[in-house]
């Protein structure tokens, strides 16, 4: 038969089932890349061959395409993937199962009676590791690997909304290097980058996993610290403060002493946007270096109590 | 000339058309209770026909479109061929989010939260879709095949682009229901619009149906 033939070839997993969910047939595809042989799960019920399928929405679509002669399509968004099958090669490290988007749609007969149906899985791990890879790309900041400006942007406006929302508390940091200027013009701009990826280091083993921080600008830097209030962020920040001022910066031979700026906002019930927050932040920052810097400073608006 | 009065529809076929529908709907919303296990009340389906240009006036002023809308669309074809237009107004509760999916909500990462919901939303848009269709299809004694679903949002650009397979000196037929699931805040409008071709076979389809009971 020719579509036998097409069958066994197709880039396609093909499993095709009868009306109680056991397994009639499947394709080379499907054998080449199971963990267990094609006679162990033929004429097997698919769940008990494949339990991570005992699954209210795989039973619903199930039920589904039974009833309606619909089609079923599960993304690998939502699900990763179907049946677990293995990787090839070079994405194994990444992924435990090959990543899927599976198709599940009814099988009739001559008469247009549903008899059964197939199962179709597409592998997608290769568009999920690439997709991974500009999402990071997207998001990281290239020298520090920190996060960059865009992913801060976007997550001050989700953290805000989701604190504003359930009222709860949240502080944000924005601090810049001293003089930074000087450091480039005296030991060059390859020391400047240590100093930049140093300090983006050590900021980062002093704060909570939770916690959001990103490369601002040049020099600049940004923290969110969600569910903590002002109190505990001059706390935090004065420690960060401190262990950049003690922190020896020496790279081939080259040593600056290096220190900080750092200004401080937190929500509270007058927090109209995102932007007053940072913009609070900021005119913190410009107090500290007024002040003559290698401090935090906090504002207290007029409208705070 | 000629063509346009093949694809009017008689006030008879009208009736017929409508009738056909009602029945659909109505054996859909009972199915759907046993699949997907929520209760659901499928709205008896308005049925329109209009020319194509105006659809997307109709769906605006028909469907209350905003920017936080969710669009499901599907396409089928066969003898019976268009579109299945899903419209869920507002942002989804994490609470139904998890009944529908069957899934723990704190499951979700935050940062994907957008694309689980848009996920579900596909997942669950699909069977009303499919049922509304089969049954629809199941009636007039035909099969089609499906599309997997799209998602997009209220956005006049992303809507506007749904129509554009469709040319626009012919004519559609919008079917617009109303959806609710009984102890849950989730509803929305369906619209099934169909293609230029499957206006004419719908009419020997009708001939046929109403055949049956001569």
Known sequence: MMSDQIISMVDIGIITLDKDLTITDCNNWIEFRCYQKKAEIINRNIIEAFPNLDKEWFKTNCRSVLKFGNYAFFSQKLHEYCIPLKVSGKFRKEFEYMQQNCTLAPIRDEKKKIIGFFLIINDVSDIIHYEKKLVRMANIDGLTGIHNRAF????????????????????????????????????GHQYGD????????????????????????????????????????????????????????????????????????SINENSENPETLLKEADEALYLSKKNGRNMVSTIVSENKR | MAEKSMTNFNEMEKQILQEIMNIAFGSASGDLEDVIDVSIVLHVPEINILPIKQLPEYMKKSVELNESSTVIEEKFWGEFSGS????????????????????????????????????ILLEIGNILIGACIGKITELLKTVVTYTPPQASTGETEDFDHLLEDYQSENTAITLKTFFKFKEHNLQGNLIIITSHDSILWLKTALDSFLEAYR
């Open chain 1, 152 to 187: 801060f942007d976007k997550r001050l406006k989700e953290e805000f909304t989701r604190h504003k929302r359930y009222s709860r508390i949240m502080c944000i940091i924005l601090f810049d290097i001293d003089y930074f200027k000087k450091v480039n013009d005296s030991l």
């Open chain 1, 194 to 265: 240590f100093i930049l990826k140093q300090l983006a280091k050590l900021v980062k083993e002093r704060i909570r996993d939770i916690d959001i921080f990103a490369r601002y600008g040049g020099e600049e830097y940004v923290l969110i610290l969600p569910e903590t209030d002002i109190k505990e962020g001059l706390i935090v920040a004065e420690s960060i403060r401190s262990i950049i001022e003690c922190h020896q910066f020496l790279s081939n031979g080259k040593y600056m002493p290096i220190k900080i700026s750092l200004g401080i906002s």
């Open chain 2, 84 to 119: 299945a237009i899903l419209v869920f107004p507002e942002n989804l509760s994490s609470d139904l989010l998890s009944i529908l999916s069957g899934q723990d909500s704190n499951s979700f990462d935050t940062s994907d939260a957008d694309i689980m919901e848009k996920g």
